[in-house]
């Protein structure tokens, strides 16, 4: 099975006159599940120091149940080590996503709108 694991997009800042670079790394279980997603704006992040960490980074972490279901997502803003946004996902019986609940680090967030029923 093939997975995209890497990219990288070529971004022009409004009113910037040069592109930077910004790699995008994925990750998966051995199911071929999402695991993680890292954005490292401007390509920078390997410099260390908090200069370097703004707020168009982020590394997102996913799990999920055993029958397969996303039960959340992490999201570190800024590549800091701190979890800033945790959304967590409830489903029925018949595996159907029931609700989604987001919070920050700041408290909690506004309710997403519910799943398209198709």
């Not at 070529?10 to 599940?33: A, C, K, M, Q």
Request: charge should be negative; charged fraction near 25%; proline fraction near 4%.
């Amino acid at each position: 099975m093939r997975r995209k694991v890497s990219d990288t997009e070529h971004v022009l800042d409004v009113g910037e006159t040069t592109f930077s670079d910004t790699p995008i790394t994925w990750g998966y279980d051995n199911v071929s599940r999402l695991t993680c997603e890292t954005y490292d704006y401007g390509n920078d992040d390997a410099l260390g120091g908090s200069t370097h960490l703004t707020v168009d980074d982020y590394t997102s972490a996913y799990a999920y149940d055993a029958t397969g279901n996303r039960t959340s997502k992490v999201t570190d803003q800024k590549n800091d080590g701190s979890a800033d946004q945790t959304i967590s996902y409830v489903y029925d019986d018949d595996n159907e996503l029931n609700t989604e609940t987001a919070t920050s680090s700041t408290g909690a967030l506004p309710t997403p709108n519910p799943p398209l029923l198709l």
